[in-house]
């Protein structure tokens, strides 16, 4: 086969896989909008749940979406970002850490439901926490550090090189380097991580249940259950309590998941071009 015609071939096959990928996933979100947006309304977004979510609204769940993520990354973000710190400006490549990236990416394929049951026995049973904003947010923050620390090490190693040194040059020590040259200009990066990090906090549902719970109240202190949406629509679906408001909820989820996501694309954007012009 000529090689013109190969890669036509290959070119053609990617064309395919990419549509077919971007296929599926519009036809799900079109789907589940077009289910849901119908019922979603001011009195749904703000009203409390009514007969277990059967009337109602789901207002309890968005602010335990919100509190949950939040809290997740409060406590992932410090230990992330100095891990990535650690890891690059630190050490030199080594088998320690190799080991310790080969350990964070072996952490960020473990599925969910491992860190769900995890958190139920260490933070729920042995800590004594009970299912809580606290339990879960600590079994977030395990799932998502992977991701904060990778990001954040990408975005250190994007700074050139020839700011340390200039840093150097005026007899700054390596902390003021890493704290007036290197982390302001590795915070875009930094911050799509911790955008994407936040994004799939709000979106999991099996560590959730297990750890904070599926209470329908608005969650008072850390120490309160809570539930999210993605365990609302969960539950809502499993049970057949109302697949309309069911879809309902997957649709303001999927609205909520879709605008973190275009932030976060436009932070990577605002990136690469700020790298570019340097």
């Known amino acids: 086969m000529k090689r013109q015609h190969t890669q036509r071939l ?47 609204g789901i207002l309890p769940t968005i602010l335990g979406t919100l509190a949950l993520g939040a809290l997740s990354l409060v406590l992932a973000v410090p230990l992330g970002v100095g891990a990535a710190v650690f890891l690059t400006e630190y050490t030199r490549p080594s088998a320690l850490t190799t080991l310790m990236r080969f350990g964070t990416d072996s952490l960020a394929g473990v599925p969910s439901i491992i860190f769900g049951l995890f958190g139920f026995i260490f933070f729920v049973t042995r800590l004594h926490l009970s299912w809580s904003l606290l339990a879960g ?29 200039v ?14 040259v290197v982390l302001p200009n590795a915070l875009p990066g930094i911050i799509t991580g911790v955008i994407l990090s936040f ?24 120490l309160s259950p809570t539930r999210t949406m993605a365990v609302h629509f969960y539950i809502l679906a499993v049970e057949g ?26 932070l990577i954007t605002r990136s690469v071009a700020h790298a570019v012009r340097r």
Do not use: H
Request: proline share 4%; charged share 10%.
């Open 10 to 56: 290959a070119f053609g096959c990617l064309w395919l896989a990419a549509s077919i990928t971007i296929i599926i996933l519009a036809v799900i979100i079109v789907y589940i909008l077009g289910e849901g947006l119908p019922y979603v309304n001011f009195e749904f977004l703000t009203g409390r749940p009514v007969a277990q979510g059967r009337d109602g």
């Open 167 to 180: 840093s150097y040059g005026l007899g700054a020590s390596r902390w003021q380097m890493v704290s007036t």
């Open 199 to 222: 994004g799939r906090a709000v979106g999991e549902t099996a560590a959730v249940i297990f750890t904070a719970g599926t209470a329908l109240n608005i969650p008072t202190s850390v």
């Open 241 to 266: 309590i109302s697949l309309p408001k069911a879809y309902a909820t997957g649709a303001v989820l999927i609205i909520s998941i879709l605008i973190i996501n275009v932030v976060a694309n436009a």
């Open 137 to 165: 947010g600590l079994t977030l923050a395990l799932m998502v550090l992977p991701t904060i620390i990778r990001t954040t090490e990408e975005a250190i190693r994007a700074v050139p090189v020839s700011y340390r040194e």
